[in-house]
């Protein structure tokens, strides 16, 4: 994975998502994520509160009206 994210950097956006109340984080791409103490994913999820704070409540939004035929069917 190419980043210019360090752990470091990632504690400090994971800050910022606190400080300002956000829902939370998100990677485009995780498959070249390092393990241990140098994984960026893991290292926000601890930042964040571990993962006994994340959200598993399935999506519950509805756009009936959407152009888009996954979109009205809820992506099924």
Do not use: H
């Not at 956000?22 to 994984?39: C, N, P, V």
């Amino acid at each position: 994975m190419v980043s210019f994210d360090t752990t470091n950097v990632v504690k400090w956006k994971a800050q910022f998502i606190k400080d300002k109340g956000l829902g939370g984080a998100m990677w485009w791409e995780t498959s070249g994520d390092k393990l241990g103490s140098e994984s960026l994913v893991q290292t926000v999820v601890d930042a964040l509160g571990g993962t006994k704070v994340l959200d598993t409540k399935r999506n519950t939004i509805a756009y009936p009206g959407s152009k888009y035929d996954n979109v009205r069917r809820a992506c099924a």
